[in-house]
């Protein structure tokens, strides 16, 4: 498949490895969010270049599994394209924080992640091994490994060694956390669709049971907490 992704000499992963806050480069990127003409970078171009920058370099370090740094690399360039993608989606707050929902600069660095991305992604697949797959089987271990996993340490801890009360007080807190999501979303799902907002209205329709009261999260919830 040919790809339209813009593409930029890549520096050296080894020199963007020296130094690098992620956390100040993603504020970088804030900044430039709210530039009232982001296209135009005439303004503060020094802090487009920086980004690009290490920008460059997480996509290296996080896509070519740099020893003891692909975790913070990855978890940058994700938020980066999470303050992308939330653009989409209308949070009640200032409109000039959407002056560059359709910006061609936004664009060209979302296709820039995501192409080396699905890259990397593709590369951790054994294409040839999924062509001979038995698919109906192969669905059948999955669901009977999503309904009984491999215990983690926290898993073990919870079953093991957490009180009564202590397991209250998570279930308390994941059914706060779940009706705090829950009433975000249906105050932000209004408005034209698109692929964010279908995928978040999925997310809703299954938080409240479908419609159905019995199935509805916060009805498990009730009857774990009786």
């Known amino acids: ?5 813009v593409q930029m000499p890549l520096t050296s992963w080894k020199e963007q490895l020296q130094a ?3 956390h100040e480069a993603e504020q970088q990127f804030v900044t430039l969010l709210e530039l009232e003409d982001l296209d135009t970078l005439e303004i ?6 920086n980004f690009a920058r ?9 896509y070519q599994e740099a020893p003891g740094e ?9 938020r980066v394209l999470y303050r992308i993608n939330r653009l989409k989606l209308f949070w009640y707050d200032d409109l000039r924080n959407y002056t560059n929902e359709r910006s061609g600069y936004l664009r ?9 991305w699905q890259k990397w992604e593709l590369a951790q697949i054994d294409v040839e091994a999924l062509k001979q797959l038995d698919v109906k089987q192969a669905l059948i271990e999955r669901a009977a490994y999503d ?11 919870i079953r093991a060694e957490m009180s009564e009360a202590g397991y209250r007080h998570l279930l308390a807190i994941a059914s706060f956390d779940g009706l705090v999501e829950a009433s975000r979303l249906s ?9 964010v907002q279908c995928t978040l209205v999925r997310v809703l329709l299954e938080e409240y049971g479908s419609g159905k009261l019995t199935r509805k999260h916060s009805t498990f919830f009730a009857k774990m907490l009786a």
Request: aromatic letters at 8%.
């Open 70 to 78: 692909s975790e913070a690399a990855h978890r940058f360039l994700q």
């Open 108 to 116: 060209i660095v979302r296709d820039r992640i995501e192409y080396f």
């Open 147 to 157: 309904v009984a996993p491999p215990l983690n340490e926290n898993s073990r801890y």
């Open 44 to 49: 503060q171009p020094e802090i487009a270049e």
């Open 54 to 62: 290490i920008l460059d370099g997480a996509i290296q370090v996080a």
């Open 187 to 195: 105050r932000i799902l209004g408005g034209a669709a698109n692929e």
């Open 1 to 5: 498949m040919q790809s339209n992704v």
């Open 20 to 22: 690098v806050d992620y």
